[in-house]
């Protein structure tokens, strides 16, 4: 999967319009577990299901590489990070909605 990611990264920077101008939101819409064995099952009741990761990468996010959870993140902060990214304020359409991820967020898209 890494070399698949890697291959549509070089290819959009190779393509001008949107080199340069393209973020990667990537992420599983569950856990699998963990450790050498837990991570091949599936499934809501397999230990860990809940733990996902998130990767996000562009010109406008941080180069904040591999972290743990410092601060909780989660999946329901993902639509507001887009919204961000695209300088539009999800939350002002869906106040219920979630605050975006500020970590990735860059200084251009803080506090719009």
Do not use: C
């Amino acid at each position: 999967m890494d070399g698949l990611v890697e291959q549509l990264w070089n290819t959009m920077q190779a393509m001008p319009q949107y080199h340069g101008t393209t973020t990667f939101i990537i992420t599983a819409d569950h856990g699998r577990g963990s450790g050498p064995v837990q991570w091949k099952d599936h499934g809501v009741e397999e230990p860990g299901s809940q733990n996902i990761w998130i990767a996000v990468m562009g010109p406008d996010t941080p180069p904040l590489g591999e972290r743990t959870q410092t601060a909780p993140v989660t999946q329901s902060q993902i639509a507001a990070t887009i919204a961000a990214l695209l300088d539009k304020d999800y939350r002002r359409d869906v106040p219920a909605a979630a605050e975006p991820i500020a970590a990735v967020l860059g200084p251009a898209h803080l506090n719009r």
